[in-house]
């Protein structure tokens, strides 16, 4: 099967601090990876989406200078939280597309902002 | 944008009984229906899926149904046992490379021993 990755899975930054979270697509190539957060006990909402060589697509309410994208090869993408605060402490999920519309989550990443 | 309900958000049962969670959509463009489960601090995973040119589907102890119709799907799990305690999620998308998925707002089922 398919393996996505998470890089890190857990990471606890200072307000005001920039975090950068890696999502890579171990065995396949992915020309397109989304971005989603997850609230405790919420649903998965979308964040953005990530293309290999173009700028993301952010959703209705996502801040794009907030939340960087970036996705620079086709195993490859980024999301920085810029000038983290506490209300961004969340779990981000990241997934990836292969050749068929199944979409490979990866395992996460809990972010908490002191 | 397509909308996805999901009723109950929380549901109990007792093991061996079904357990039946329910979605709707609104986008009468979406043709593809995942359904996900996810325990605790971990990964949402594919547990079954169906496209709108079918009704039904079986895997299983798992079952899901569609009426295209009603933009209704549901989600059936009979004999349930203890690991399948987690939290459900339902979506909906269009079947192509790069759609992306709405999910609905999940259920937590818990199993009674």
């Known amino acids: 099967g398919a393996v996505v990755s998470q890089h890190p899975s857990w990471v606890i930054c200072k307000s005001g601090t920039s975090v950068k979270i890696e999502c890579r697509s171990l065995d396949f190539q992915a020309t397109t990876m989304f971005w989603y957060r997850q609230f405790p006990k919420q649903s998965l909402m979308l964040m953005a989406t990530s293309n290999e060589g173009s700028k993301a697509t952010y959703e209705q309410g996502v801040e794009k200078d907030k939340f960087l994208i970036n996705h620079a090869s086709l195993t490859l993408s980024t999301l920085t939280v810029t000038s983290a605060h506490p209300e961004d402490s969340s779990f981000y999920i990241c997934?990836?597309?292969?050749?068929?519309?199944?979409?490979?989550f990866g395992p996460g990443t809990r972010l908490t902002v002191l | 944008g397509e909308n996805v309900e999901q009723h109950p958000s929380t549901l109990s049962v007792q093991e061996g009984d079904s357990a039946v969670i329910k979605c709707t959509y609104s986008?009468?463009?979406?043709?593809?229906f995942p359904w996900y489960k996810q325990e605790l601090g971990k990964r949402p995973q594919l547990i079954i899926d169906?496209?709108?040119?079918?009704g039904e589907k079986k895997d299983q102890r798992i079952a899901v149904t569609l009426n295209k119709t009603a933009k209704h799907f549901s989600l059936h799990i009979t004999e349930t046992q203890p690991e399948d305690s987690a939290v459900y999620f339902c979506a909906a998308t269009v079947y192509s490379s790069a759609s992306k998925i709405i999910f609905g707002s999940g259920t937590r089922l818990s199993i009674r021993p």
């Open positions: 986008d009468s463009a979406s043709n593809y």
């Open positions: 169906i496209r709108s040119n079918v």
């Open positions: 997934s990836a597309i292969r050749t068929t519309n199944e979409q490979f």
